[in-house]
């Protein structure tokens, strides 16, 4: 075992050294997506705005297309232009089927990635849905809520880039983690050289998301240490135990996350509560699940 120490150092570097050639190559859609959380703010010449920021990006206003025509939404017209699409289907759903088909695409771990692609994106449709149905509930601020759905989306996109950049790895530090009985971030470290929470908190950081959404992705197995932002950590962090308790998309990690005193105090639920909130979320992922195939492009 007397490389093991040695390795994470090098590792770290290498891993570092890969995630900023990558975001490099990344530049276009983030953009898009940065740009569509900043008109987020900016709601009075939100059609216009938003029109022609997916514009830019001519994949990405094809996927949405195909999304909004799907029968998950059932139109009986085709809607062919964003700008329609905005006005029968609201600035805010339009921005986020973007922002996830913008995600999706960004990152492509093929077909035999440690972690299946359709369990992930359950997974994190699972914690965008349930953010919202928390932060609803707790009665935050609208802009509140829809953050809440993207850090939920975005909280484990350390992951997909780790998968994609050291599949061999990944798959070590999941295998490992499963023999230990430990948290997978643990082994991330060790195998990778950093967790998927820091890998994305870096991706969050060259996006530049919102701190609120950075802080989601960087702290959400570790709330103790969100201090200005731990609302929105709270908010994620919670979503992702209750996700996993509802059984709904899997991430490999042998230990899922369970919900903290602290946050179920700030949350103000009880068991009953709970129990509603899981039920809700179960139904709102069965309708989404269309939306889940076709936006995993399968
Ligand atoms: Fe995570
Ligand atoms: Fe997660």
């Given at each position: 075992?007397?490389?093991?120490?040695?390795t994470?150092?090098?590792?770290?570097?290498?891993?570092?050294?890969?995630?900023?050639?990558?975001?490099?190559?990344?530049?276009?859609?983030?953009?898009?997506?940065?740009?569509?959380?900043e008109?987020?703010?900016?709601?009075e010449?939100?059609?216009?705005?938003?029109?022609?920021?997916?514009?830019?990006?001519?994949?990405?206003?094809?996927?949405v297309?195909?999304?909004?025509?799907?029968t998950?939404?059932?139109?009986?017209?085709?809607?062919?232009?964003?700008?329609?699409a905005?006005?029968?289907?609201?600035?805010?759903?339009?921005?986020?089927?973007?922002?996830?088909?913008?995600?999706?695409?960004?990152?492509?771990?093929?077909?035999n990635?440690?972690?299946?692609?359709?369990?992930?994106?359950?997974?994190?449709?699972?914690?965008?849905?349930?953010?919202?149905?928390?932060?609803?509930?707790?009665?935050?601020a609208?802009?509140?809520?829809?953050?809440?759905?993207l850090g939920?989306?975005?909280?484990?996109?350390g992951?997909?880039?780790?998968?994609?950049h050291?599949?061999?790895?990944?798959?070590?530090?999941?295998?490992?983690?499963?023999?230990?009985?430990?948290?997978?971030?643990?082994?991330?470290?060790?195998?990778?050289?950093?967790?998927?929470?820091?890998i994305?908190?870096?991706?969050?950081?060259?996006?530049?998301?919102?701190?609120?959404?950075?802080?989601?992705?960087?702290?959400?197995?570790?709330?103790?240490?969100?201090?200005?932002?731990f609302?929105m950590?709270?908010?994620?962090?919670?979503?992702d135990?209750?996700?996993?308790?509802?059984?709904?998309?899997?991430?490999?990690?042998?230990?899922?996350?369970?919900?903290?005193?602290?946050?179920?105090?700030?949350?103000g639920?009880?068991?009953?509560?709970?129990?509603?909130v899981?039920e809700?979320?179960?139904?709102?992922?069965d309708?989404?699940?269309?939306f889940?195939?076709?936006?995993?492009g399968?």
């Amino acid at each position: 075992m007397s490389g093991v120490a040695a390795t994470p150092v090098m590792a770290t570097d290498r891993t570092m050294t890969v995630l900023d050639q990558e975001i490099a190559d990344l530049a276009p859609r983030p953009l898009v997506a940065a740009r569509l959380l900043e008109a987020l703010g900016n709601t009075e010449s939100a059609v216009g705005d938003l029109s022609r920021l997916i514009a830019m990006d001519k994949g990405i206003t094809a996927e949405v297309l195909r999304l909004v025509n799907s029968t998950y939404y059932g139109f009986p017209r085709q809607v062919t232009t964003i700008g329609q699409a905005v006005v029968i289907l609201g600035f805010n759903t339009v921005r986020n089927l973007a922002l996830a088909v913008s995600t999706f695409d960004t990152f492509d771990a093929g077909r035999n990635a440690p972690i299946d692609r359709n369990q992930f994106w359950e997974h994190s449709i699972g914690v965008a849905v349930c953010a919202q149905i928390l932060a609803r509930r707790k009665r935050l601020a609208v802009k509140v809520v829809e953050e809440a759905f993207l850090g939920g989306l975005l909280h484990d996109i350390g992951k997909l880039f780790l998968c994609q950049h050291f599949p061999d790895d990944y798959r070590a530090a999941i295998d490992e983690a499963w023999r230990q009985k430990v948290r997978v971030t643990v082994m991330e470290q060790r195998y990778c050289g950093a967790s998927h929470p820091l890998i994305g908190a870096r991706i969050a950081e060259k996006w530049n998301l919102p701190p609120s959404l950075a802080a989601a992705i960087g702290r959400h197995h570790d709330v103790s240490r969100a201090q200005d932002n731990f609302e929105m950590v709270a908010l994620v962090n919670a979503s992702d135990a209750l996700t996993n308790a509802s059984k709904i998309g899997l991430v490999g990690d042998p230990l899922p996350p369970t919900l903290s005193p602290e946050v179920a105090a700030w949350l103000g639920v009880d068991a009953r509560m709970l129990q509603e909130v899981q039920e809700e979320l179960k139904v709102k992922v069965d309708d989404a699940r269309e939306f889940l195939r076709m936006a995993a492009g399968k």
